[in-house]
Protein backbone atom coordinates (compact mmCIF):
# COMPACT_ATOMS: atom_id res chain seq x y z
CA UNK A 1 0.00 0.00 0.00
CA UNK A 2 2.92 2.12 -0.24
CA UNK A 3 0.71 4.37 -3.51
CA UNK A 4 -1.54 4.88 -0.68
CA UNK A 5 1.05 6.85 1.43
CA UNK A 6 1.40 8.93 -1.99
CA UNK A 7 -2.28 9.45 -2.00
CA UNK A 8 -1.91 10.84 1.41
CA UNK A 9 0.75 12.95 0.56
CA UNK A 10 -1.36 14.69 -2.13
CA UNK A 11 -4.38 14.98 0.84
CA UNK A 12 -1.69 16.83 3.02
CA UNK A 13 -0.88 19.30 0.04
CA UNK A 14 -4.33 20.06 -0.37
CA UNK A 15 -4.96 20.80 3.10
CA UNK A 16 -1.93 23.04 3.16
CA UNK A 17 -4.16 24.61 0.31
CA UNK A 18 -7.06 25.14 2.43
CA UNK A 19 -8.73 22.24 0.47
CA UNK A 20 -10.57 19.81 1.49
CA UNK A 21 -7.84 17.18 2.28
CA UNK A 22 -8.49 13.92 0.07
CA UNK A 23 -5.87 12.55 -2.24
CA UNK A 24 -5.74 10.40 -5.31
CA UNK A 25 -3.15 8.53 -7.26
CA UNK A 26 -3.56 6.21 -10.48
CA UNK A 27 -1.46 3.22 -11.34
CA UNK A 28 -1.03 1.59 -14.20
CA UNK A 29 1.73 -1.33 -14.17
CA UNK A 30 2.88 -0.58 -10.99
CA UNK A 31 3.69 3.17 -12.43
CA UNK A 32 1.75 6.34 -11.44
CA UNK A 33 0.42 8.03 -14.61
CA UNK A 34 -1.54 10.48 -12.94
CA UNK A 35 -2.22 12.83 -9.39
CA UNK A 36 -5.37 14.13 -7.77
CA UNK A 37 -5.91 16.58 -5.22
CA UNK A 38 -9.18 18.21 -4.12
CA UNK A 39 -9.13 22.01 -6.08
CA UNK A 40 -13.04 23.12 -5.46
CA UNK A 41 -12.28 26.09 -3.30
CA UNK A 42 -9.78 27.49 -5.74
CA UNK A 43 -11.30 26.27 -9.03
CA UNK A 44 -14.69 27.54 -7.86
CA UNK A 45 -15.88 24.45 -9.27
CA UNK A 46 -17.29 21.99 -6.84
CA UNK A 47 -16.88 19.15 -9.11
CA UNK A 48 -13.13 19.62 -8.92
CA UNK A 49 -12.23 16.23 -6.51
CA UNK A 50 -8.56 14.77 -6.55
CA UNK A 51 -10.55 11.77 -8.95
CA UNK A 52 -11.14 14.40 -11.73
CA UNK A 53 -7.71 16.47 -11.36
CA UNK A 54 -5.86 12.90 -11.68
CA UNK A 55 -8.23 11.50 -14.62
CA UNK A 56 -7.22 14.80 -16.52
CA UNK A 57 -3.38 14.59 -16.14
CA UNK A 58 -3.87 11.30 -17.45
CA UNK A 59 -6.10 11.73 -20.38
CA UNK A 60 -3.28 14.97 -21.87
CA UNK A 61 -0.70 11.74 -22.62
CA UNK A 62 -2.82 8.57 -22.84
CA UNK A 63 -5.99 7.15 -24.47
CA UNK A 64 -9.00 7.11 -21.97
CA UNK A 65 -8.87 2.90 -22.43
CA UNK A 66 -5.67 3.04 -20.32
CA UNK A 67 -7.68 3.53 -17.26
CA UNK A 68 -9.26 -0.21 -17.80
CA UNK A 69 -5.92 -1.41 -16.37
CA UNK A 70 -5.38 1.02 -13.91
CA UNK A 71 -5.56 1.06 -9.55
CA UNK A 72 -6.77 4.24 -8.00
CA UNK A 73 -5.52 4.59 -5.01
CA UNK A 74 -7.72 7.78 -3.20
CA UNK A 75 -7.53 8.38 0.51
CA UNK A 76 -11.33 9.21 1.38
CA UNK A 77 -14.56 6.97 -0.70
CA UNK A 78 -15.31 8.82 -4.09
CA UNK A 79 -18.26 10.22 -3.94
CA UNK A 80 -21.25 9.54 -5.75
CA UNK A 81 -19.93 11.80 -8.84
CA UNK A 82 -16.41 10.34 -9.35
CA UNK A 83 -17.56 6.93 -8.48
CA UNK A 84 -19.72 7.05 -11.70
CA UNK A 85 -17.55 9.02 -13.30
CA UNK A 86 -14.84 5.92 -12.51
CA UNK A 87 -17.18 3.51 -13.70
CA UNK A 88 -17.57 5.27 -16.81
CA UNK A 89 -14.04 5.24 -17.85
CA UNK A 90 -13.98 1.06 -16.33
CA UNK A 91 -11.42 1.63 -13.90
CA UNK A 92 -10.21 -1.69 -12.43
CA UNK A 93 -10.01 -1.46 -8.47
CA UNK A 94 -10.19 1.36 -6.13
CA UNK A 95 -8.48 1.31 -2.67
CA UNK A 96 -8.96 4.06 -0.61
CA UNK A 97 -8.99 5.14 2.97
CA UNK A 98 -11.85 6.59 5.35
CA UNK A 99 -15.54 6.34 4.44
CA UNK A 100 -17.20 8.92 3.00
CA UNK A 101 -20.86 8.85 5.11
CA UNK A 102 -22.23 12.21 3.41
CA UNK A 103 -21.34 11.67 -0.45
CA UNK A 104 -20.00 8.48 -0.89
CA UNK A 105 -20.80 6.18 -4.01
CA UNK A 106 -18.73 3.03 -3.37
CA UNK A 107 -21.10 1.88 -0.59
CA UNK A 108 -21.77 4.10 2.21
CA UNK A 109 -24.71 6.03 0.47
CA UNK A 110 -25.25 4.68 -3.52
CA UNK A 111 -22.66 1.78 -4.74
CA UNK A 112 -22.65 3.28 -7.78
CA UNK A 113 -19.09 1.89 -8.56
CA UNK A 114 -21.32 -1.45 -8.75
CA UNK A 115 -25.27 -1.15 -8.69
CA UNK A 116 -27.10 -3.14 -11.97
CA UNK A 117 -26.46 -0.16 -14.55
CA UNK A 118 -24.43 0.76 -17.61
CA UNK A 119 -20.40 -0.08 -17.34
CA UNK A 120 -18.70 -2.45 -16.16
CA UNK A 121 -18.75 -2.68 -11.87
CA UNK A 122 -15.52 -2.57 -9.91
CA UNK A 123 -14.13 -3.18 -6.74
CA UNK A 124 -13.65 -0.55 -3.92
CA UNK A 125 -12.03 -1.69 -0.68
CA UNK A 126 -11.96 0.61 1.98
CA UNK A 127 -9.84 1.00 4.93
CA UNK A 128 -6.01 1.35 4.03
CA UNK A 129 -4.49 4.56 5.95
CA UNK A 130 -8.02 4.94 7.13
CA UNK A 131 -6.72 6.99 10.49
CA UNK A 132 -4.83 9.07 8.49
CA UNK A 133 -7.36 9.99 5.68
CA UNK A 134 -9.81 11.02 9.01
CA UNK A 135 -7.02 12.65 11.16
CA UNK A 136 -6.49 14.65 7.93
CA UNK A 137 -10.29 15.98 7.82
CA UNK A 138 -10.52 16.21 11.37
CA UNK A 139 -7.80 18.86 10.80
CA UNK A 140 -9.58 20.32 7.92
CA UNK A 141 -13.42 20.88 9.57
CA UNK A 142 -12.10 22.41 12.87
CA UNK A 143 -11.46 25.45 10.80
CA UNK A 144 -15.18 26.91 9.46
CA UNK A 145 -15.36 27.23 6.03
CA UNK A 146 -16.11 30.91 5.00
CA UNK A 147 -17.40 30.19 1.25
CA UNK A 148 -20.16 28.52 2.23
CA UNK A 149 -23.39 29.79 1.88
CA UNK A 150 -25.24 30.06 5.51
CA UNK A 151 -22.71 29.81 7.77
CA UNK A 152 -23.86 27.39 10.39
CA UNK A 153 -23.12 28.38 14.41
CA UNK A 154 -20.13 25.95 15.15
CA UNK A 155 -19.72 25.41 18.69
CA UNK A 156 -16.03 25.09 19.68
CA UNK A 157 -14.54 22.33 17.67
CA UNK A 158 -12.27 20.31 18.79
CA UNK A 159 -10.35 16.76 17.28
CA UNK A 160 -11.46 13.88 18.52
CA UNK A 161 -9.06 11.01 18.49
CA UNK A 162 -11.37 8.10 19.04
CA UNK A 163 -12.55 7.21 15.74
CA UNK A 164 -15.13 4.38 15.47
CA UNK A 165 -14.89 1.06 13.53
CA UNK A 166 -15.83 0.83 9.85
CA UNK A 167 -18.71 -1.27 8.45
CA UNK A 168 -16.70 -3.27 6.07
CA UNK A 169 -20.00 -5.21 4.82
CA UNK A 170 -21.00 -2.30 3.93
CA UNK A 171 -18.41 -2.27 1.24
CA UNK A 172 -16.88 -6.06 0.19
CA UNK A 173 -18.74 -9.32 0.25
CA UNK A 174 -17.05 -11.57 2.90
CA UNK A 175 -15.47 -13.55 0.08
CA UNK A 176 -13.64 -10.19 -1.25
CA UNK A 177 -12.94 -9.76 2.35
CA UNK A 178 -11.30 -12.76 2.86
CA UNK A 179 -8.91 -12.59 -0.38
CA UNK A 180 -8.29 -8.92 0.23
CA UNK A 181 -7.84 -8.01 4.45
CA UNK A 182 -6.94 -11.77 4.84
CA UNK A 183 -8.29 -14.78 7.23
CA UNK A 184 -6.80 -13.73 10.22
CA UNK A 185 -8.76 -10.18 10.12
CA UNK A 186 -11.98 -12.14 9.68
CA UNK A 187 -13.59 -10.93 13.35
CA UNK A 188 -13.33 -7.14 11.63
CA UNK A 189 -15.90 -8.43 9.22
CA UNK A 190 -19.40 -7.71 10.82
CA UNK A 191 -22.04 -5.51 10.45
CA UNK A 192 -21.93 -2.43 12.84
CA UNK B 1 -48.83 7.99 -0.86
CA UNK B 2 -48.32 9.03 -4.63
CA UNK B 3 -48.46 12.89 -5.66
CA UNK B 4 -48.53 14.49 -9.26
CA UNK B 5 -47.99 18.00 -10.20
CA UNK B 6 -48.31 19.10 -13.80
CA UNK B 7 -47.82 23.16 -14.23
CA UNK B 8 -48.91 23.66 -18.16
CA UNK B 9 -46.26 21.83 -20.14
CA UNK B 10 -44.28 21.08 -17.04
CA UNK B 11 -44.29 18.22 -14.74
CA UNK B 12 -42.21 18.22 -11.18
CA UNK B 13 -40.41 14.82 -11.12
CA UNK B 14 -40.85 14.14 -7.71
CA UNK B 15 -37.92 12.19 -5.42
CA UNK B 16 -37.89 8.66 -4.03
CA UNK B 17 -39.64 9.48 -1.14
CA UNK B 18 -42.98 10.90 -2.35
CA UNK B 19 -43.92 7.13 -2.21
CA UNK B 20 -41.87 6.49 0.93
CA UNK B 21 -43.61 4.53 3.74
CA UNK B 22 -42.12 4.76 7.44
CA UNK B 23 -38.72 3.88 7.61
CA UNK B 24 -36.83 2.80 10.71
CA UNK B 25 -33.40 3.61 12.34
CA UNK B 26 -32.53 2.24 15.54
CA UNK B 27 -31.14 4.22 18.34
CA UNK B 28 -30.45 4.23 21.98
CA UNK B 29 -31.55 6.06 24.73
CA UNK B 30 -31.01 6.32 28.49
CA UNK B 31 -33.61 7.24 31.18
CA UNK B 32 -32.24 9.80 33.65
CA UNK B 33 -33.41 13.41 36.03
CA UNK B 34 -33.90 16.26 34.59
CA UNK B 35 -31.78 17.86 36.57
CA UNK B 36 -28.86 15.86 34.85
CA UNK B 37 -30.20 16.55 31.59
CA UNK B 38 -27.60 19.75 30.34
CA UNK B 39 -23.94 17.81 31.39
CA UNK B 40 -25.02 14.95 29.94
CA UNK B 41 -26.55 16.54 26.50
CA UNK B 42 -22.76 18.96 26.65
CA UNK B 43 -21.21 15.37 27.01
CA UNK B 44 -22.55 14.04 24.44
CA UNK B 45 -22.14 17.18 21.48
CA UNK B 46 -18.61 17.05 22.86
CA UNK B 47 -18.14 13.69 21.69
CA UNK B 48 -20.15 12.22 19.51
CA UNK B 49 -19.48 12.22 15.69
CA UNK B 50 -22.62 13.74 13.29
CA UNK B 51 -25.56 11.48 12.66
CA UNK B 52 -25.26 9.85 8.95
CA UNK B 53 -29.28 10.20 9.56
CA UNK B 54 -31.03 13.62 9.51
CA UNK B 55 -32.81 13.65 12.69
CA UNK B 56 -33.86 16.87 13.15
CA UNK B 57 -37.50 16.19 13.09
CA UNK B 58 -36.68 13.32 15.83
CA UNK B 59 -37.96 14.38 19.73
CA UNK B 60 -34.81 14.08 21.08
CA UNK B 61 -35.87 14.25 24.97
CA UNK B 62 -39.19 12.37 25.83
CA UNK B 63 -41.09 13.62 29.42
CA UNK B 64 -41.65 10.55 31.58
CA UNK B 65 -43.46 11.05 34.70
CA UNK B 66 -43.33 13.62 37.72
CA UNK B 67 -43.04 12.11 41.12
CA UNK B 68 -42.38 13.43 44.10
CA UNK B 69 -39.29 11.70 45.59
CA UNK B 70 -37.55 11.60 42.34
CA UNK B 71 -38.80 15.04 40.19
CA UNK B 72 -39.06 14.90 36.38
CA UNK B 73 -37.57 12.02 34.51
CA UNK B 74 -36.66 12.04 30.99
CA UNK B 75 -35.87 9.50 28.13
CA UNK B 76 -32.80 11.08 26.41
CA UNK B 77 -31.87 9.94 23.32
CA UNK B 78 -28.21 9.70 22.65
CA UNK B 79 -27.11 8.62 19.14
CA UNK B 80 -28.19 5.90 16.07
CA UNK B 81 -27.12 2.50 16.65
CA UNK B 82 -23.76 2.19 14.67
CA UNK B 83 -22.87 5.54 15.21
CA UNK B 84 -19.58 4.37 17.33
CA UNK B 85 -19.27 0.84 18.83
CA UNK B 86 -21.60 0.24 21.74
CA UNK B 87 -19.20 -0.06 24.16
CA UNK B 88 -18.60 3.81 23.52
CA UNK B 89 -21.96 4.85 24.14
CA UNK B 90 -21.96 2.85 27.25
CA UNK B 91 -18.58 4.47 28.59
CA UNK B 92 -20.43 8.29 27.35
CA UNK B 93 -23.53 7.63 29.49
CA UNK B 94 -21.59 5.87 32.80
CA UNK B 95 -24.30 4.34 34.99
CA UNK B 96 -26.80 4.77 33.05
CA UNK B 97 -28.95 1.74 31.33
CA UNK B 98 -28.93 1.77 27.61
CA UNK B 99 -32.14 0.91 26.66
CA UNK B 100 -32.86 0.66 22.74
CA UNK B 101 -35.47 1.79 20.00
CA UNK B 102 -36.71 2.63 16.92
CA UNK B 103 -37.39 5.93 15.64
CA UNK B 104 -39.02 7.38 12.11
CA UNK B 105 -36.35 7.50 9.41
CA UNK B 106 -38.33 10.73 7.19
CA UNK B 107 -39.89 13.79 8.56
CA UNK B 108 -43.58 12.99 7.45
CA UNK B 109 -45.66 15.00 4.90
CA UNK B 110 -48.55 15.82 7.20
CA UNK B 111 -49.61 16.25 11.01
CA UNK B 112 -51.56 12.86 10.58
CA UNK B 113 -48.81 10.86 8.82
CA UNK B 114 -46.82 12.57 11.26
CA UNK B 115 -48.52 11.02 14.38
CA UNK B 116 -49.21 7.71 13.00
CA UNK B 117 -45.32 7.45 12.80
CA UNK B 118 -44.64 8.32 16.15
CA UNK B 119 -47.30 5.78 17.38
CA UNK B 120 -45.67 2.77 14.86
CA UNK B 121 -41.96 3.49 15.54
CA UNK B 122 -42.91 4.34 19.21
CA UNK B 123 -40.61 6.98 18.99
CA UNK B 124 -42.42 10.55 18.88
CA UNK B 125 -41.62 12.94 15.89
CA UNK B 126 -41.95 16.88 16.25
CA UNK B 127 -44.00 18.45 13.92
CA UNK B 128 -43.58 21.97 12.82
CA UNK B 129 -45.03 21.25 9.71
CA UNK B 130 -42.50 19.91 6.75
CA UNK B 131 -42.41 22.97 3.57
CA UNK B 132 -40.50 20.10 1.39
CA UNK B 133 -44.40 18.37 1.66
CA UNK B 134 -45.76 21.58 -0.34
CA UNK B 135 -46.07 21.33 -4.20
CA UNK B 136 -44.36 24.39 -5.73
CA UNK B 137 -45.81 26.26 -8.49
CA UNK B 138 -44.66 27.85 -11.68
CA UNK B 139 -46.60 31.33 -12.58
CA UNK B 140 -47.19 31.70 -15.74
CA UNK B 141 -44.58 34.27 -16.32
CA UNK B 142 -42.22 31.90 -14.87
CA UNK B 143 -43.14 29.06 -17.43
CA UNK B 144 -43.03 31.81 -20.28
CA UNK B 145 -39.48 32.46 -19.27
CA UNK B 146 -38.70 28.32 -18.52
CA UNK B 147 -40.15 27.49 -22.00
CA UNK B 148 -38.11 29.98 -24.25
CA UNK B 149 -34.94 28.54 -22.59
CA UNK B 150 -36.30 24.97 -23.35
CA UNK B 151 -37.05 26.00 -27.22
CA UNK B 152 -33.49 27.02 -27.15
CA UNK B 153 -31.80 23.97 -27.09
CA UNK B 154 -35.14 21.48 -27.85
CA UNK B 155 -33.79 20.80 -31.42
CA UNK B 156 -29.97 20.44 -30.37
CA UNK B 157 -28.82 16.96 -32.17
CA UNK B 158 -26.51 16.74 -29.27
CA UNK B 159 -26.64 16.72 -25.70
CA UNK B 160 -26.67 20.18 -24.07
CA UNK B 161 -27.33 22.11 -21.40
CA UNK B 162 -27.76 25.63 -20.07
CA UNK B 163 -26.83 27.89 -16.63
CA UNK B 164 -29.44 30.25 -16.02
CA UNK B 165 -29.72 32.78 -13.60
CA UNK B 166 -33.94 32.28 -12.69
CA UNK B 167 -33.62 36.08 -10.80
CA UNK B 168 -32.26 38.13 -13.68
CA UNK B 169 -32.93 35.54 -16.59
CA UNK B 170 -29.14 35.77 -17.66
CA UNK B 171 -27.90 33.01 -19.81
CA UNK B 172 -24.40 31.87 -17.69
CA UNK B 173 -23.39 29.00 -19.71
CA UNK B 174 -24.49 27.18 -23.00
CA UNK B 175 -22.57 23.52 -23.25
CA UNK B 176 -22.68 20.47 -25.89
CA UNK B 177 -21.23 16.99 -24.27
CA UNK B 178 -17.46 16.62 -25.97
CA UNK B 179 -17.13 13.08 -25.27
CA UNK B 180 -14.45 12.49 -28.62
CA UNK B 181 -11.78 14.59 -26.51
CA UNK B 182 -12.69 13.49 -22.80
CA UNK B 183 -15.44 10.88 -22.02
CA UNK B 184 -16.29 12.82 -19.01
CA UNK B 185 -16.69 15.89 -20.77
CA UNK B 186 -20.54 15.89 -20.64
CA UNK B 187 -22.74 18.70 -21.39
CA UNK B 188 -23.28 19.75 -17.35
CA UNK B 189 -20.29 18.87 -16.27
CA UNK B 190 -18.72 21.32 -19.14
CA UNK B 191 -21.48 24.07 -18.55
CA UNK B 192 -20.41 23.69 -14.60
CA UNK B 193 -16.88 24.37 -15.66
CA UNK B 194 -18.41 27.28 -17.91
CA UNK B 195 -19.85 28.65 -14.61
CA UNK B 196 -16.78 28.64 -12.70
CA UNK B 197 -14.48 29.58 -15.32
CA UNK B 198 -16.68 32.81 -15.55
CA UNK B 199 -16.62 33.32 -11.88
CA UNK B 200 -12.45 33.17 -11.61
CA UNK B 201 -12.68 36.04 -14.50
CA UNK B 202 -15.26 37.85 -12.40
CA UNK B 203 -13.22 37.65 -8.92
CA UNK B 204 -10.13 38.54 -11.21
CA UNK B 205 -11.45 42.36 -12.14
CA UNK B 206 -13.41 42.20 -8.63
CA UNK B 207 -12.31 40.09 -5.64
CA UNK B 208 -15.35 40.93 -3.28
CA UNK B 209 -17.73 39.27 -5.84
CA UNK B 210 -19.28 36.24 -4.14
CA UNK B 211 -20.96 33.66 -6.31
CA UNK B 212 -20.80 30.39 -4.54
CA UNK B 213 -20.68 27.67 -7.52
CA UNK B 214 -23.81 27.61 -8.83
CA UNK B 215 -25.95 28.11 -5.69
CA UNK B 216 -30.25 28.79 -6.88
CA UNK B 217 -29.43 28.52 -10.45
CA UNK B 218 -31.54 26.69 -13.14
CA UNK B 219 -29.96 24.48 -15.19
CA UNK B 220 -31.59 23.18 -18.65
CA UNK B 221 -30.78 20.22 -20.24
CA UNK B 222 -32.05 17.89 -23.30
CA UNK B 223 -31.81 14.71 -21.40
CA UNK B 224 -31.92 13.47 -17.88
CA UNK B 225 -28.66 13.72 -16.49
CA UNK B 226 -26.59 10.44 -15.71
CA UNK B 227 -25.30 9.76 -11.95
CA UNK B 228 -22.11 11.45 -12.44
CA UNK B 229 -23.80 15.29 -13.90
CA UNK B 230 -26.72 14.60 -11.62
CA UNK B 231 -24.03 14.71 -8.30
CA UNK B 232 -22.28 17.46 -9.76
CA UNK B 233 -25.74 19.23 -10.04
CA UNK B 234 -26.26 18.87 -6.35
CA UNK B 235 -22.36 19.38 -5.12
CA UNK B 236 -23.28 22.89 -7.34
CA UNK B 237 -26.15 23.40 -5.08
CA UNK B 238 -28.34 24.32 -8.34
CA UNK B 239 -31.91 25.46 -7.28
CA UNK B 240 -33.80 23.95 -10.02
CA UNK B 241 -33.21 21.34 -13.04
CA UNK B 242 -35.47 21.54 -16.61
CA UNK B 243 -34.73 18.43 -19.17
CA UNK B 244 -36.85 17.38 -21.72
CA UNK B 245 -36.18 13.48 -22.60
CA UNK B 246 -36.11 11.04 -19.40
CA UNK B 247 -32.85 8.89 -19.62
CA UNK B 248 -34.08 5.13 -18.86
CA UNK B 249 -30.71 3.40 -18.95
CA UNK B 250 -28.55 6.05 -17.19
CA UNK B 251 -30.33 8.71 -15.51
CA UNK B 252 -30.13 9.40 -12.18
CA UNK B 253 -32.70 11.78 -11.06
CA UNK B 254 -36.39 10.05 -11.81
CA UNK B 255 -36.80 7.58 -9.85
CA UNK B 256 -39.06 5.71 -12.69
CA UNK B 257 -35.65 5.49 -14.14
CA UNK B 258 -33.67 2.18 -14.18
CA UNK B 259 -31.39 2.96 -11.59
CA UNK B 260 -33.93 4.77 -9.35
CA UNK B 261 -31.03 6.99 -7.64
CA UNK B 262 -33.87 10.45 -7.51
CA UNK B 263 -30.21 12.01 -6.44
CA UNK B 264 -31.53 15.46 -6.65
CA UNK B 265 -34.70 14.83 -3.24
CA UNK B 266 -32.16 13.04 -0.97
CA UNK B 267 -31.92 15.05 1.81
CA UNK B 268 -28.60 13.29 3.67
CA UNK B 269 -26.99 14.57 0.59
CA UNK B 270 -26.78 18.03 2.43
CA UNK B 271 -28.58 19.76 -0.83
CA UNK B 272 -31.30 19.13 -2.70
CA UNK B 273 -33.27 20.60 -5.74
CA UNK B 274 -36.40 20.56 -7.62
CA UNK B 275 -36.82 19.19 -11.13
CA UNK B 276 -39.39 19.98 -14.18
CA UNK B 277 -39.68 17.77 -17.11
CA UNK B 278 -40.85 19.46 -19.83
CA UNK B 279 -43.56 18.29 -22.59
CA UNK B 280 -42.76 19.19 -26.03
CA UNK B 281 -46.32 17.89 -26.92
CA UNK B 282 -48.23 19.72 -24.06
ZN1 LIG C 1 -15.96 13.13 -5.86
ZN1 LIG D 1 -23.50 12.84 -17.48
Known amino acids: MDFMALAVEQAKQALADNEVPVGAVFVHNNKVIGRGRNDTNRSLNGTRHAEFMGIDEILQSHPPEILKETTLYVTVEPCIMCASALRQLEIKVVYF ?11 SVLSANKDPGPFRPYPAYPGFYREEAIMLLRNFYVQENPKAPVPKVKKQRVLKDNIAELDYTKYVTKDEFVRI ?12 | MVRINRQGKFQQVLGLDASRQLGLV ?15 LAKLKESLPAEPFDLAHIRRIVKLETSEDKGILLRLLVCSQGLVPESTVQELVGSHKLHSARVSKYQA ?7 QWSQESGWPISWRGNPAAVLPVLSPETQKQMEEWVERIAKSDRVRA ?19 THPLNHAVMRAIQAVAERERQ ?8 ENYLCLDMDVYTTDEPCTMCSMALVHSRIGRLIYIRQSTVSGAIDPRSQLSYGLHGRPQLNHTFQVWQYHLEG
Open chain 2, 202 to 209: AKRGNPES
Open chain 1, 97 to 107: GAANDRFGGCG
Open chain 2, 109 to 115: DTKEESA
Open chain 2, 26 to 40: PVWYIELPATELSGM
Open chain 1, 181 to 192: YGQDKLDLFKSI
Open chain 2, 162 to 180: LVVNPITNELLADECEQKT
